[in-house]
Structure formats: structure tokens, C-alpha cells
């Protein structure tokens, strides 16, 4: 039998301890990492309900052309948008501004247009035109300023529809709108200088025309676009 000189037993038996404890330690279960909160929402009025509407007109503009308000850039302007939405009280993290166009990942609210939602639209060329809202358009903002701060509204989709002549002319705005929200007056002011939007699916009735519908509007695949105005929440949700 060997013998274990007690100096060199007493080492063993500490060690065995140390592993002992430490295999306990990592066998003790860890649960998720706090999430980050950059700012809190608060519901108004006492409901998480609110509803989107304009205060004033409501422009969304292709601005292949150049910025917003360029001559000649083809725009589509609308008097009335009345649409549901909810927020999402509590904590939330700083929605990221890369890559972009911006994507809001931690949604603060958000607002789900339906059809009919956006009303009263006019093309200069055209004339009268459809913006048919869809989809789950999601409220972040990316920096705080007091009670309110900037704002990225994304998952936007509008569906644009004109005729004229016999022919028609349909697109897809998609994309992100940037903008200026103060949670004392529940206010989103739009930053028309923010190319969040892109024209997809431009389709002409008549493509082989001399000039197609489209083209005489002025929107192409893959133009981009972007937006002005103020969206107004009710009631209003604050930011602490």
C-alpha cells in the first residue's frame, strides 16, 4: 500500500474542495442578461390604445430628383390619415441607426394602418390617387431629449394607385420614416430629409407606350422617396 505523506493529503483533500465548489458554482443556473433600458414609456390617458392621426397634410415624395421639395420630383399629398395603434409602456433599449434604412427592433408603439386609413390624395399629374396603408408600422427612438427625443418609424407600406387617360400607374413606398417626437403633445414631426422609402413594384397598365403612366408621373423602380408632415398620437405617450 502507499503511503501519502499527510503534508501532501491534507493539498489533495483542499484541492478536491476547489473543484468541488467550483463545479457547483457552474452548475448553478444563470438566467438572461438584464435587458438595456434607454428610456420609459408611459401610457396616456390610461389606456395602451391610441389612434394616428394628421395635423395638416401628409406628403410622400420620390426624390430621385433630388431633396425634398426639388422641382420636378413627383409627389403624392394627403389631407386625412385616421389609424389604430397601441404602446408598449415600460422600458425600452435606443433603436440602433445602422444599417440603413433604419429597422426598430424594440418597438415603444406601434400603428397598424389598414385600407382607407389615408384619404383625400392627390398627384399634380394625376390628379386624385389611392394610398392604401398595411402592414405594422413600429415606433423606436434612437436618442431621448427631455420628454421626447428622435424617432425612426419602420415597416412602413403604402400602396400607390393613379389613372389617367385610360391607364394606370401602381407602386410600393416601403421602407422608414424619421422624425422629431415630443411626448408632451404626442407629436411626430416627420424629417423630409430622411431617405428612409423606396419605390418597388412601379407598374405602368400600359408599358410599351410611348410614355407609360408611370414615367409620366415620374417614378421609377427603386427611386427613393421619404415623407413630411406631423402624426399626432392620442392620447399621448410620454418618454422619461
Do not use: M, R, W
Given at each position: 500500500m502507499e503511503i501519502i505523506p499527510m503534508r501532501l493529503k491534507s493539498s489533495l483533500n483542499g484541492l478536491a474542495v476547489v473543484a468541488a465548489s467550483a463545479a457547483a458554482v457552474l452548475a448553478i443556473p444563470v438566467g438572461p442578461a438584464s435587458a438595456l433600458v434607454d428610456y420609459t414609456v408611459t401610457s396616456g390617458g390610461g389606456t395602451?390604445?391610441?389612434t394616428a392621426t394628421n395635423v395638416g397634410n401628409l406628403v410622400f415624395?420620390?426624390?430621385?430628383?433630388g431633396p425634398f421639395g426639388t422641382p420636378g420630383n413627383p409627389s403624392m399629398t394627403c389631407t386625412t390619415l385616421s389609424a389604430d395603434g397601441s404602446v408598449n409602456p415600460g422600458?425600452?433599449?435606443?433603436?440602433?441607426?445602422?444599417?440603413?434604412?433604419?429597422?426598430?427592433?424594440?418597438?415603444?408603439?406601434?400603428?397598424?394602418?389598414v385600407s382607407g386609413d389615408l384619404s383625400g390624395c392627390t398627384n399634380a399629374v394625376v390628379g386624385p390617387v389611392t394610398l392604401t396603408p398595411s402592414g405594422t408600422w413600429k415606433l423606436g427612438l434612437s436618442s431621448k431629449s427631455g420628454n421626447g427625443g428622435t424617432g425612426y418609424l419602420s415597416g412602413v407600406q403604402v400602396h400607390l394607385y393613379g389613372e389617367a387617360g385610360?391607364?394606370?400607374?401602381q407602386a410600393d413606398a416601403?421602407?422608414?420614416?424619421?422624425?422629431?417626437?415630443?411626448?408632451?403633445t404626442g407629436r411626430l414631426t416627420i424629417d423630409a430629409s430622411y431617405e428612409g422609402l423606396v419605390l418597388k413594384n412601379v407598374t405602368s397598365?400600359?408599358?410599351?407606350?410611348p410614355s407609360p403612366l408611370c414615367n409620366v408621373v415620374g417614378i421609377y423602380e427603386d427611386d427613393p422617396a421619404t415623407g413630411s408632415g406631423i402624426v399626432q398620437l392620442t392620447p399621448a405617450p410620454s418618454i422619461s
Open positions: 395602451n390604445a391610441v415624395e420620390d426624390t430621385y430628383l422600458g425600452h433599449a435606443f433603436t440602433p441607426t445602422s444599417p440603413d434604412p433604419v429597422t426598430v427592433t424594440d418597438a415603444a408603439g406601434q400603428v397598424t394602418p385610360g391607364e394606370t400607374c416601403i421602407g422608414t420614416l424619421k422624425g422629431a417626437y415630443d411626448g408632451t397598365s400600359n408599358p410599351s407606350a
